[in-house]
């Protein structure tokens, strides 16, 4: 068996773990804005900070969120040539389509989940 082979076969788990945790964390993400966030108990009532697992999920969620709006973006501007686009420093395409997709995806899923941070806090 070559290094090749060996390095899929070991790599492979993680990317199944990685799409899982993408797609499992913004069901949670949603059932948390529904019934609010959950708490650390603390000696304080004054600041209950969320639990350290709170950042994976925000996180693989923030991960699903970007993609899905990367593709309805990219998918929306097809009034722009697909030939548009310049070689990266590899020499692989990238049409101007897909990058500015990301961009306006970039952006689109930080505000979404600033305004949802925002409004979490006003429910209070």
Known sequence: MTLVAHVKELL???VWILL?????SPMIF????????????SQSDSYT????YAF????????????????????SLVF????WGRADEYGDFVSARSA???VVAF??????????????????
């Open 12 to 14: 492979l788990p993680i």
């Open 20 to 24: 899982a945790w993408t797609t499992v």
């Open 30 to 41: 949603i059932y948390w804005c529904w019934r609010g966030f959950p708490k650390r108990v």
């Open 49 to 52: 900070p969320l639990p350290n």
């Open 56 to 75: 994976g999920v925000f996180l693989g969620a923030w991960f699903a969120f970007f993609g899905v709006i990367a593709q309805g973006v990219s998918a």
């Open 80 to 83: 722009i040539p697909e030939s």
């Open 100 to 102: 500015i997709g990301e």
């Open 107 to 124: 952006f689109a899923a930080s505000g979404l989940f600033f305004l949802l941070a925002h409004w979490e806090a006003r429910k209070k």
